[in-house]
């Protein structure tokens, strides 16, 4: 997530993500309720729980994939509801997926340029993966 939209202004005390009284499900189903959050700038939240607890319905709800069944999301200052992924995307906010949706003709590099916006330092990703720089000019499959 980026700390702010272009022309905004964050301090240090305003939440990038709050989630406050959130529900989240699918269809006429809710998996989970009353999910209360604030993730501040440069914070590190984690997200637990056994299989079907309701982690990637969160995450898709958040990305703007699902709507929100119940409670407020706020991004960056700013209450969004029945978002798109594209606007949430726009407003910094990006659910990458954990299946390997990767071109396998391409090599990692390129994978994640093409997954970057525009313009992207891709050295904060390389420093954190440093495997990825050892199979820089491997395929990515």
């Known amino acids: 997530m980026r700390e702010a939209s272009p022309g905004t202004t964050l301090g240090s005390d305003t939440p990038v993500l709050d989630c406050e009284g959130l529900d989240v499900g699918y269809g006429k189903v809710t998996v989970a309720r009353d999910i209360n959050f604030t993730l501040k700038p440069k914070a590190v939240l984690t997200i637990l729980g056994p299989n079907g607890a309701g982690k990637t319905t969160l995450l898709m709800t958040l990305a703007g994939f699902l709507p929100a069944r119940a409670g407020k999301i706020t991004l960056n200052g700013t209450p969004v509801r029945g978002s798109s992924p594209r606007r949430m995307n726009q407003a910094g906010l990006v659910l990458i997926p954990d299946f390997r949706a990767l071109f396998t003709e391409l090599t990692p590099i390129q994978n994640l340029k093409l997954a970057a916006r525009r313009g992207a330092d891709l050295d904060p990703v390389l420093e954190l993966f440093p495997a990825l720089r050892r199979r ?6």
């Open 136 to 141: 820089e000019k491997g395929p990515g499959g």
